[in-house]
C-alpha cells in the first residue's frame, strides 16, 4: 500500500510567477485535502476535494486553486505568487470525507 | 482567531518518564480531536484520537485526555522513547469539516 507522495519536494519561485504542487492519493482514499503551515505554525486547510469536485475551502483568496482527477490524484494551483506564500504544502488523503488523514512529506515553496 | 492552542512550543523529558503535552480549544462545536506527529521532512502522522462524548482514550504508551468543560485535552505518553522526540500537533473538528490545527509542541526526549 503506497501513502500520500507529493512533487516536487522543494521549489523557488519569484513574486508575481505561479506554481503547480501535485499530490497522489494513498490506495482507496477519494478525498484530498490541502493544507499550508507557515514557519512556526499548524497547518491551515485550503480546500478538500471529493470524488472531483471542491468540498470546503478555507480562508485563502481565489487565487489559490486546485484539481482532483479521476485517478484522485490532485493538483494545487497558486497564481500571482507572494512572499507570505512561502510555506510547507500538505496533501492530504482519506477514505471518504472522513477525520483520520494521512499526509505525505509537503511540498517546500519558496518565494523570493 | 486561533481556535486550537499549544501554548508550550517545546517540551525535553527525560526518557522512561511521562510526557504530557496540552492543548486547549475556543469552539465548543468541535466534536472530535486528534493528535498527530511530525518528524522532520516527513508529513504529520495520525497518532490517538478522541470523540467527545468520551473523556478518555488510551493506545499502548498513548492516552488522550478530554475536559470538555474546560475545553481541554491532553496526551501523555508514558514511558517515553527517544522516538517519541517529534513535533506533535493538537487537531479537531466538527461533523466532516476541515481539521483545525495548533502550532505544535516539539518534544524532545533526553536519553
Known amino acids: 500500500e503506497t501513502g500520500v507522495t507529493q512533487s516536487p519536494t522543494h521549489l523557488i519561485k519569484t513574486r508575481g510567477q505561479q506554481v503547480t504542487l501535485r499530490c497522489s492519493s494513498q490506495s482507496g482514499h477519494n478525498t484530498v485535502s490541502w493544507y499550508q503551515q507557515a514557519l512556526g505554525q499548524g497547518p491551515q486547510f485550503i480546500f478538500q476535494y471529493y470524488r472531483e469536485e471542491e468540498n470546503g475551502r478555507g480562508n485563502f483568496p481565489p487565487r489559490f486553486s486546485g484539481l482532483q482527477f479521476p485517478n484522485y490524484s490532485s493538483e494545487l494551483n497558486v497564481n500571482a505568487l507572494e512572499l507570505d506564500d512561502s510555506a510547507l504544502y500538505l496533501c492530504a488523503s482519506s477514505p471518504s470525507v472522513a477525520n483520520v488523514l494521512t499526509f505525505g512529506a509537503g511540498s517546500r515553496l519558496t518565494v523570493l | 482567531?486561533?481556535?486550537?492552542?499549544?501554548?508550550?512550543?517545546?517540551?525535553?523529558?527525560?526518557?522512561?518518564?511521562?510526557?504530557?503535552?496540552?492543548?486547549?480549544?475556543?469552539?465548543?462545536?468541535?466534536?472530535?480531536?486528534?493528535?498527530?506527529?511530525?518528524?522532520?521532512?516527513?508529513?504529520?502522522?495520525?497518532?490517538?484520537?478522541?470523540?467527545?462524548?468520551?473523556?478518555?482514550?488510551?493506545?499502548?504508551?498513548?492516552?488522550?485526555?478530554?475536559?470538555?468543560?474546560?475545553?481541554?485535552?491532553?496526551?501523555?505518553?508514558?514511558?517515553?522513547?527517544?522516538?517519541?522526540?517529534?513535533?506533535?500537533?493538537?487537531?479537531?473538528?466538527?461533523?466532516?469539516?476541515?481539521?483545525?490545527?495548533?502550532?505544535?509542541?516539539r518534544l524532545t526526549i533526553i536519553p
Open chain 2, 1 to 105: 482567531d486561533q481556535q486550537v492552542k499549544q501554548n508550550s512550543p517545546s517540551l525535553s523529558v527525560q526518557e522512561g518518564r511521562i510526557s504530557i503535552l496540552n492543548c486547549d480549544y475556543t469552539n465548543s462545536m468541535f466534536d472530535y480531536f486528534l493528535w498527530y506527529k511530525k518528524y522532520p521532512a516527513e508529513g504529520p502522522t495520525f497518532l490517538i484520537s478522541i470523540s467527545s462524548i468520551k473523556d478518555k482514550n488510551e493506545d499502548g504508551r498513548f492516552t488522550v485526555f478530554l475536559n470538555k468543560s474546560a475545553k481541554h485535552l491532553s496526551l501523555h505518553i508514558v514511558p517515553s522513547q527517544p522516538g517519541d522526540s517529534a513535533v506533535y500537533f493538537c487537531a479537531a473538528n466538527f461533523g466532516n469539516e476541515k481539521l483545525t490545527f495548533g502550532t505544535g509542541t
